[in-house]
Nanobody, 116 residues
């Protein structure tokens, strides 16, 4: 399984970005895809996750600002990030987990920089 993330970049505070992550290979139809982030000097943390049936979960810090969605036909997960804050600056990683690969697979990471 391989994950390819894209969509990061530089944005001003209050702006928006949309991240995408496409999975390829032998993908279990029942899985959880998620986005994590790691800021400089901090531990990697879960931002949001979504099951293959569409049930989503968010970190408190992004609730009401970020929206996770997925296209099962394309094995792709998206993260719409709105009202971005300086503290959202981090490398964002996508991950897929299923019963067949409980440790999951990671994407390569995409840098999001929120700065004026």
């Amino acid at each position: 399984v391989q994950l390819q993330a894209s969509g990061g970049g530089l944005v001003q505070p209050g702006g928006s970005l949309r991240l995408s992550c496409a999975a390829s290979g032998t993908i279990s139809s029942i899985n959880v895809m998620g986005w994590y982030r790691q800021a400089l000097g901090k531990q990697r943390e879960l931002v949001a996750s979504i099951t293959s049936s569409g049930s989503a979960n968010y970190a408190d810090s992004v609730k009401g600002r970020f929206i996770i969605s997925r296209d099962n036909a394309k094995n792709t997960v998206y993260l719409q990030m709105n009202s971005l804050k300086v503290e959202d600056t981090a490398v964002y990683y996508c991950k897929i987990v299923s019963f067949y690969y409980p440790n999951g697979y990671w994407g390569q990471g995409t840098l999001v920089t929120v700065s004026s």
